[in-house]
């Protein structure tokens, strides 16, 4: 590893550059003790030659064969047979709770950008008003949708239902939801994440994480839970503390979604306080060589 | 200039039917859905793939399917001579190729009204540029998990004195013709073929033959890295 100090360039910023051929091997992992390895396919692969299955997501017919149509491992609940990839867009469920960041405002709705093929449509009436008022929506309402939600601006919402051409349809009607203020967003994919009820966890560490359906993972400073719902900017100073703990969270989160272990509260609470007891300052979490030490442990951890 | 000297090798030490050392990767960035890069001997491409998201040209929007767009730039010093323009006539029309190859290997229905953007940059070219670029996109379709049919499998084949020779460099284009097909390589289907300079009637049936034959071995190549990635990561992602 070279290690630049003071350089010309960068005068102030002493800086690790690392090799492409230095850097350290993808480990495998391996298999979890006593699995059977996954059944792998890629596009164009045969998965299986008789008929009486049901085709989902992933796969195709063909001459009465199941073909597979994306490169992933193959999972089968009874006769339904899906392939997931390691990769994909947001499919979208009925229910799930999501992170989005608003793209458009139209008349009389917001279009959300939620890492699915289309972007998802959020409708004036399918928001509570700030304050929790309960009436229905007028003109008035309409002209001010942008001091309600901008462009840019992150909020947590809803499926409520899923259109004929695949358009999500998003709902924010109870106060859990809204827009969100302060945090950090990170990006990973939605295959990454497991299935849980319970999509917004306060961590022990100090910090709330919001696991959205889509990929989209939202951390921020516990708050004291408002009943009612604000759409105004939060300006308040986060302590030196809680954002170190955000930074890590997010660097945590990036390291397992970069060796592709299943992203729920158990995994990130594990490796979190992997990363604590090793007192790795926090930047140093995006290293590579110390990424696969901390994903290592974190697997064994899961593991046990 | 001989292309085949009479012991039956090229200017390389290739034999007729022998393929240039092919190595590929996935997933070199985090930033688009997918992404892949690939050497074909000094032919060197990478590809880079976003969406399906939505259309940002409402008036292209198709109902039932995906559109594809594709952009092909090369770089400066890609080549012998410098290129001045990183995109030109001859690389739109390459984009518009590689966009139409995958038209047939894209499951569009799946995807109605949205759009998928394949970005290439050919860094180096050496020959069978086209079908280097081909075969990169593939890859970042399939890291990007974008439902496909098949692979798509690209390769060349040219004609010398009478005999059909595989993937051709730079320098043996220049005395006779590039064919370059695109095939469904579980089908065994061909769903492009692209033919610069002329070649006779004749010849046609057997240079297809090598550069169907060749393509079952592109196939091969990149099937085995795509397993090779998907081990490495899937193994893991069963956990938990």
Known sequence: MIRLEKSMIFKYLPMDIILASERPPFSKLGQKPGTRPPKLVTPGEIIDESTNYIRGHGTYMENGNLIASV???????????????????????????????????????????????LDAELRLANIQLPGGEQRRKDLDDERGMRGLLQEGDLVCVEVQKIGNDGLLKLTARTSKFGKLTQGTLVKVSPSLIVQDKQRMQNLPCGARVIFGANGYIYITPIVVQDVVTEYSEDYEEVSYDVREIIGRLHNVIKLLANHSIMISRTSVVTAYNISAEQNVPVKELLKPDIMIDIALATVQELNE | MEVVSPEGLRQDGRTVSCLRKISCRLGLYDQPNGSSYIEMGNTKILAA????????????????EVIIQCEVSRIAASQGERVKRPRDQRTRAMS???????????????????????????????????????NASTLALIHAGVELKDYVASCTASICRGEPILDVSYVETQSSCELTIAVLPNKET???????????????????KIAMDGCQSVYKEMHAVVREYMRNQHAIMTHV
């Open chain 1, 71 to 117: 490169a992933g491992y193959v999972t089968t609940v009874n006769k339904l047979i899906t392939v997931t990839p390691l990769r994909q867009v947001y499919q979208g469920a009925v229910g799930d709770t999501i992170v989005g960041r608003v793209m458009q405002v139209q008349t009389s709705r917001w279009k959300v950008d939620v890492n699915s093929r």
């Open chain 2, 190 to 208: 061909i769903c492009s073929l692209h033919i610069s300079n002329t070649l006779h009637q004749t010849q046609l049936d057997e240079v297809l």
């Open chain 2, 96 to 134: 518009q190729q590689i966009a139409s190859v995958f038209e047939g290997a894209i499951r569009k229905s799946k995807y109605p009204g949205s759009q998928i953007d394949i970005y290439i940059q050919v860094l180096q070219s050496d020959g069978g540029v086209l079908s280097a670029c081909i």
């Open chain 2, 49 to 64: 793939v976003y969406g399906p998201h939505e259309v940002k040209n409402l008036k292209k929007q198709q109902l039932d």
